[in-house]
């Protein structure tokens, strides 16, 4: 029998099993992701922080299977967007995500393929369920605390990064002041 057992900080949502290590995003592992590339190259060339980690735990992808970890976005702002992760189809499309907020304050962007768009708002103890066919983005729209979320989703499920790499999400989430953003439509957006 396979199993496996981590435990979670849950207030940083680090690992704190031994061996077990997070996936790092810095800014220039971020490029084409940021609507002003010239403020991402700037921050790249300033101090190439790390914008989100998250933890892939290797759960076989087999029907039945549940892959799980954490995800933690870190406080900033990219020119006017937020610090958030590329975000992602499955590749099995129609699989459906559960994420739960254990601390911090954002956004889930959602949008299917017919370009309809979701956005939740997501603070500690609040879950949101990412529904099948829908990419999702986490985006930290505190001004100081990471955002951490719990996600776990159909271990089968897989990764499309590539889709939003190439088009980006067709709605950008812009800040307008402490905590609080306007949602508008992606002039970069491409349908191909
Ligand atoms: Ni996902």
Known sequence: MQSSKTKFNLISGLAMTKGVESLKRHAHN???IFAEAQMLDAIIKKNDPL???FYDLGVEEKP???????????PGVVGKEFYMTKGHFHT????AEVYFCLSGHG???MENPEGETEIQELTAGEAVLVPGRYAH???NISD????VTFFTFAA???HDYGTIEQKGFRKLVLRTGKETYEVVDNPHWKSL
């Open 144 to 147: 100081s605390e990471p955002l």
């Open 92 to 95: 099995v499309l129609d699989t």
């Open 107 to 109: 956004l889930m962007l």
């Open 64 to 74: 039945g299977n549940l892959a799980y970890g954490t995800s933690i976005v870190y």
């Open 51 to 53: 914008i989100y980690e």
């Open 137 to 139: 983005r986490s985006i």
């Open 156 to 158: 089968d499920a897989g």
């Open 30 to 32: 971020l490029k084409g």
